[in-house]
């Protein structure tokens, strides 16, 4: 039986951690996009071939794309949406031609993922990422400053929220807003202000139904395409998995990972397993989504959150939070015997470990690298996860 296949995320030469440092680790593949290429552009032939080049070079793999990034136009189901659509089709091409067939990417409309500390210290002295709804709240009310917020939130929340922001210093009110406007994996370049209120105007005038429908509208163009081509499609969940800022959700539950699913049944239509988007809400039955959706989950995010009773949450250790990781990790492993049994299916799915606390020697490069993305913290979340893997699966053969 075939191990997970290990595999890490890489932002390019301007990271903070080299393909030097994760070679030491022991992945043998790499998740790597051209992050240098405008949305909406074609991916060339040339930038692709050598990006995997380079990574060749230090005798790992270009396991997975991760994202090729969906145009606003697509999302938005704008009159230009066609001409981003065969774009993305052509970069799928020469994605293939350079035998690279597994692609993650979000539909999320706003950025790609909402912290509101980006530095949570926790007891033992690391830090990690934390999601504070009265400090969304906040943000939204006061920083944003959109129309209607408070209509949102209970009379409760207006109260905490306002009471909150009132106690923040002017730095730490700039934190919060920079937290937020950070969202976007890959950059160290934070969204204006100016730019995120234009873009959550828009959004805010398409319903969820419509959502769904640009999404449908967009897997019934591509997916046929990536088909011929052997390449799968493996959308990440919405995170957090629930609205934020007024903003519909449409892949953060059972339901709405099944309706993508049936907008275009195909084996290259996929998902991308993330355990702590999905396990940010406690309404999600992770190993229920895993043993159901197993069959088109094409890659898979492991981490832990901890929730907490006001409806906060923080990035915890890979193996310790409110995630039952073993469980989790027990439906993988039978996934990949049933897949083994088939004998038509990828067995060694990609999985990497997703986010990581700043502990250690983190602390003197937390400038290099992207939040959440940390070196040791990273590799220390891989070495459980492999180790939680082998003890499960020597479990199940014995």
């Not at 969940?237 to 629930?242: S, T």
Request: hydrophobic residues 40%; negative net charge.
């Amino acid at each position: 039986m075939e191990y997970l296949k290990k595999t890490f995320r890489w932002f390019g030469p301007s990271f903070g951690v080299s393909l030097t440092d994760i070679k030491q680790i022991g992945v043998e593949g790499i998740v790597a996009a051209c992050q240098d290429i405008p949305l909406g552009d074609i991916w060339p032939l040339e930038t692709i071939l050598a990006l995997k080049n380079e990574i060749e070079s230090h005798g790992l793999e270009w396991s997975v794309v991760e994202s090729v990034n969906i145009h606003t136009s697509i999302k938005y189901g704008l009159p230009e949406r066609d001409v981003y659509i065969q774009n993305y089709i052509q970069t799928l091409k020469n994605l293939a031609a350079n035998n690279i067939k597994v692609v993650c990417y979000n539909f999320m409309q706003l950025i790609d993922w909402t912290r509101t500390n980006l530095d949570f210290h926790l007891p033992n002295g690391a830090s990690a990422l934390q999601y504070d709804p009265i400090a969304a709240a906040a943000f939204d009310l006061y920083i944003l400053q959109r129309e209607n917020a408070s209509r949102s939130y209970s009379s409760e929340v207006l109260k905490i929220a306002k009471n909150y922001f009132d106690s923040l210093k002017d730095n730490e009110r700039d934190n919060l807003r920079d937290a937020i406007l950070a969202g976007m994996p890959g950059s160290r370049k934070l969204i204006s202000i100016e730019d995120f209120k234009a873009n959550h105007a828009t959004v805010l005038n398409i319903s969820k139904k419509e959502l769904q429908n640009n999404l449908a509208y967009f897997l019934q163009a591509i997916i046929p395409e990536a088909e011929k081509l052997g390449l799968k499609m493996a959308i990440h969940p919405d995170d957090p998995p629930f609205s934020v800022f007024g903003v519909p959700r449409i892949a953060s539950n059972y339901n709405e990972l099944k309706f993508i699913l049936d907008a275009c049944p195909s084996p290259s239509n996929g998902l991308t397993f993330c355990s702590g988007s999905l396990g940010a809400s406690s309404e999600n039955d992770l190993v229920k989504i895993v043993n159901d959706f197993g069959p088109n989950i094409h890659f898979i995010h492991l981490r832990n959150v901890q929730r907490q009773d006001d409806g906060s949450f923080y990035e915890a250790d890979h193996l310790q939070g409110s995630v039952p990781i073993e469980k989790v990790m027990k439906a993988f492993v039978q996934e990949q015997q049933r897949r083994s049994k088939s004998g038509k299916e990828v067995v060694n799915i990609p999985m990497r470990p997703d986010h990581g606390h700043v502990l250690l020697d983190d602390k003197k490069r937390q400038n290099d690298f992207y939040s959440g993305y940390s070196l040791v913290g990273r590799a220390m979340g891989l070495a459980q996860l492999t180790g939680l893997e082998k003890g499960i699966r020597e479990g199940l053969l014995n």
